[in-house]
């Protein structure tokens, strides 16, 4: 799936706003968004998404209006923060959910997330008596994480994947998503602060700042240090 971005404009009051004249995505990309917090990262996922309006512009995903259109819905996965998960249901009721928004049965659903149990190092599938909320921060993101991959998606939206995830977990991360990547083909858009890490998984970076993109280039063995130079520079 390829996403396409015209003219795209969205305010909050005279505070921020942002602009993104043109960016294209092609399908199979992966694309990181780096910037520093309020650079308007997020608003940009969630307009891809529908989840906010925009003042002006359009966002299309396949050559489809997001506003006007549900078909893309059913080749997306997303997580963009905690307010994606329903807390008072177990990891494996709320994966039998998400499953089943995608029209598959408790069996395909299982079957889909047994390549994830060594990223939950048991913690989490199978755990009747413990919700979503009595888990720990990282695993509760794993669970965010893992119900948007195990879908196995044509495009896949992240939000600060690496955050609160202890060292081996973002190793696997890292691993996990070039891997569905390639096998799927899979259209991805990964926001993030960690530039090393985003660096290694995406093969295309652009720069936020201010509500505008500042900076949009393919990924290089010089990529992050001219990042870490761009932000250092911006912090003197």
């Avoid at 991959?149 to 939206?157: G, Y």
């Avoid at 083909?185 to 201010?210: F, G, Q, Y």
Wanted: with cysteine; net charge negative; glycine share 6%.
């Amino acid at each position: 799936m390829h996403v396409d971005v015209q003219d795209l404009e969205k305010s909050y009051g005279p505070e921020f706003s942002l602009s993104v004249p043109e960016l294209r995505i092609e399908e199979g990309a992966t694309f990181g968004l780096v910037g520093n917090n309020g650079a308007g990262k997020t608003t940009l996922l969630r307009l891809l998404l529908d989840l906010i309006e925009a003042d002006d512009g359009r966002a299309e995903i396949d050559g489809r209006r997001v506003d006007e259109s549900t078909e893309w819905k059913t080749s997306t996965a997303s997580y963009l923060d905690e307010s994606f998960l329903i807390d008072f249901l177990t990891p494996d009721e709320y994966f039998d959910f998400v499953g089943s928004t995608y029209e598959m049965n408790r069996k395909a659903v299982r079957g889909a997330l047994a390549p994830f149990r060594s990223f939950f190092t048991d913690e989490v599938l199978g755990q009747s008596a413990r919700y979503v909320r009595d888990l720990s921060m990282g695993n509760r993101k794993k669970v965010g994480l893992v119900a948007a991959l195990f879908l196995r998606p044509s495009l896949l939206i992240l939000d600060e994947p690496f955050a609160n995830l202890d060292p081996r977990s973002q190793i696997q991360l890292k691993r996990m998503l070039p891997q569905l990547n390639e096998e799927q083909d899979t259209t991805m858009l990964i926001s993030s602060h960690d530039l090393l890490h985003v660096t290694d998984v995406c093969r295309r970076i652009a720069i936020l700042e201010n509500g505008r993109i500042a900076r949009d280039e393919e990924t290089s063995e010089a990529t992050l240090d001219s990042l870490e130079t761009y932000f250092s520079s911006e912090a003197a």
